[in-house]
């Protein structure tokens, strides 16, 4: 996990070249957002069933 809440500038300029503003602000939510959870399943320690399970174990 990065150790600061900024994008370094060149990363920045990259994805200005692709991206909208808004389109930024989105794409840093999402990210966070599965951070969050990924986090919050390890505290957990919730187990996958399934075809999910498949893929956690290929990790």
Do not use: C, K, W
């Amino acid at each position: 996990m990065a150790d600061s809440n900024a994008i370094p500038g060149p990363l920045a300029e990259q994805l200005h070249e692709h991206f909208t503003d808004p389109e930024i602000v989105e794409l840093s939510f999402l990210i966070g957002y599965i951070n969050m959870l990924n986090l919050f399943n390890n505290l957990l320690e919730v187990r996958y069933h399934g075809d999910y399970a498949i893929l956690a174990a290929a990790s």
